[in-house]
């Protein structure tokens, strides 16, 4: 039995894992020259990490990842809105790590057949008969897997075209070297604006931050990010006297609206090709390796992908509507709102943000 898997990110190469535990054959298109991810972090929730145990992958990456000990909400002068009880979260499901995204990927690609890994193939169309036409001639499978993003071309084939929603705000991301070591890690909101910080394994400071902005508006860069961030809370100002131009990354962030199927015929999508998610909740690469043991078992169970839908759509529709509404919550702009906001985050006992989450993290292979 074989999977043509379209896209090498995080999503593509944890079905490959997958498909490779259950003795299938894979291949895997990319139509990058190179599998590589961004420089930035990448927190992984303990729901993500038990899909990596069943990929048998889950101690090598807390082995090259940082468990977070403390998080939470400040406003912009540093007073805390909200605490997250990290002991109630890691004594019922574990610890949630965080980590480069290049390592990450480094150790799913290592996982994979070197010689099932096709860098620079475009695919162009995937057929419900398990035809995928690419650059360099047909591939074909008993399942074709539509890892190939948020804009995925095989999701066409699935329910026709779905136009990807802007969220109302851009992300900027990047990891530095700080002056001083920084003990925690959390986000701090503003008016319109967040800007969050955790320190990864080498000591560095995965740094992001988010704004209010039209869609494709020019970012500033650094010095808009100084603007915006300079006068808030310590440690933010020294971070962002430590960061470096050139590393910064800028993304508007999008998301999906709910597909009618996650599969058809012989073609299923995982990943954010089949639910991109804004990234409040940090869920999206957790849900793409979730997908992937769960289509790779209903795979080997039998040719019916049905099973992999209704466990799957559900479940990921409800997690991006979640990280849409607090991405909602969090970017409020209007003095009052904010007012009402901080309030009821103060007022909120971390009991009730625990169990808000558990649905989430309850997640069992
Ligand atoms: C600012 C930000 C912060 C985030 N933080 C977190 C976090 O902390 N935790 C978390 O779990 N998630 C986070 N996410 C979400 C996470 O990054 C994504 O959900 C995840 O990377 C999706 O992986 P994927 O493999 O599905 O898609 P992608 O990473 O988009 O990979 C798709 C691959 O398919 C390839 N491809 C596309 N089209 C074709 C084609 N036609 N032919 C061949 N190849 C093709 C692309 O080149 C690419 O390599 C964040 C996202 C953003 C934007």
Redesign the pocket.
């Known amino acids: 039995m074989k999977a043509v898997i379209?896209?090498?990110?995080?999503?593509?190469?944890?079905t490959a894992i997958a498909f490779t535990r259950h003795g299938w054959d894979v291949e895997v298109?990319?139509?990058?020259t190179r599998?590589?991810?961004?420089g930035?972090?990448?927190?992984?929730?303990p729901n993500?990490l038990r899909a990596l145990d069943a990929l048998g992958l889950g101690d090598e990456i807390r082995s090259r990842a940082r468990e977070e000990n403390s998080a939470g909400i400040r406003d912009s002068k540093g007073r805390w809105l909200s605490r997250t009880d990290v002991d109630a979260i890691r004594a019922r499901y574990g610890s949630p790590i965080?980590m480069h995204?290049h390592d990450l990927l480094d150790i799913l690609r290592a996982a994979v057949p070197e010689s099932a890994v096709r860098t620079g193939?475009?695919?162009?169309e995937a057929r419900p008969d398990g035809a995928v036409a690419?650059?360099a001639g047909t591939s074909t499978g008993d399942v074709v897997v539509g890892?190939?993003?948020?804009?995925?071309?095989?999701r066409r084939t699935v329910c026709g075209s779905v136009e990807p929603r802007y969220s109302g705000y851009t992300?900027w991301?990047v990891v530095v070297t700080p002056a001083e070591p920084i003990g925690d890690m959390g986000e701090s909101w503003g008016r319109g604006e967040r800007f969050g910080y955790g320190t990864l394994p080498d000591g560095r400071v995965y740094c992001?931050a988010?704004a209010n902005l039209p869609a494709g508006a020019e970012g500033g860069g650094l010095s808009e990010l100084r603007a915006r961030f300079g006068s808030w809370h310590e440690p933010i100002p020294m971070l962002l006297a430590a960061a470096d131009d050139t590393a910064l990354?800028e993304?508007d962030?999008y998301d999906l609206p709910p597909l009618k199927a996650f599969t058809a015929g012989r073609i299923a999508l995982?990943?954010?090709?089949?639910h991109?998610?804004?990234?409040n909740?940090?869920?999206?690469?957790?849900?793409?390796?979730e997908?992937a043991v769960v289509l790779a078992r209903v795979a080997a169970e039998g040719g019916d992908l049905t099973p992999y839908d209704t466990q799957r759509r559900p479940r990921t529709q409800m997690i991006v509507q979640r990280s849409r509404s607090i991405g909602a919550i969090g970017q409020l702009s209007s003095p009052l709102a904010v007012l009402a906001r901080n309030a009821i985050l103060r007022l909120t006992p971390p009991s009730a943000q625990f169990k808000s989450l558990a649905p989430i993290l309850d997640w069992e292979v």
């Open positions: 379209v896209g090498g990110g995080i999503g593509g190469l944890a298109l990319e139509r990058s599998i590589t991810e961004v930035a972090g990448l927190s992984l929730w993500a965080l995204r193939i475009s695919a162009t690419h650059s890892a190939d993003g948020i804009h995925s071309m095989v992300a991301r992001f988010t990354l993304h962030l995982v990943g954010d090709a089949a991109a998610m804004t990234p909740l940090g869920q999206g690469a957790c849900q793409a390796l997908d």
